[in-house]
């Protein structure tokens, strides 16, 4: 059984600073894909920045290129969210995806089996 667990969530002023980490537990290898998605009230859970365990050049939404970077460190299975220059607007309830699968790997939510229960990330302006 996999289970994905997200720490770092926080409260910050406009401006500052949070990294998200998402263990992944469970006998397995590591991930084909995997994601940090958001979701605001109101509003669809949408994909932020996606990172391919198997290389290449990690995704972004266009509103965050510059400020989020994603990583993964395959030793410890975790992924992490460093988020710099953080805007009321990055207010949302970030969740961690990933997929075994080697079939996709993109920003679509549909594309991710397993998820995690989410982290809260308000910035204050």
């Known amino acids: 059984q996999v289970q994905l667990v997200e720490s770092g969530g926080g409260s910050v002023q406009a401006g500052g600073s949070l990294r998200l980490s998402c263990v992944v537990f469970g006998d397995t290898y590591s991930p084909y894909c995997m994601g940090w998605f958001r979701q605001a009230p109101g509003k669809e859970r949408e994909g932020a920045a996606i990172f391919y365990t198997g290389g290449g050049t990690p995704y972004y939404k266009d509103s965050v290129k510059g400020r989020f970077t994603i990583s993964y460190d395959s030793a410890k299975n975790t992924l992490y969210l460093q988020m710099n220059s953080l805007k009321p607007e990055d207010t949302a309830t970030y969740y961690c995806?990933?997929?075994?699968?080697?079939?996709?790997?993109?920003?679509?939510?549909?594309?991710?089996?397993?998820w995690g229960p989410g982290t809260q990330v308000t910035v204050s302006s």
């Open positions: 995806a990933a997929d075994f699968r080697p079939a996709y790997c993109g920003s679509d939510r549909r594309g991710y089996n397993y």
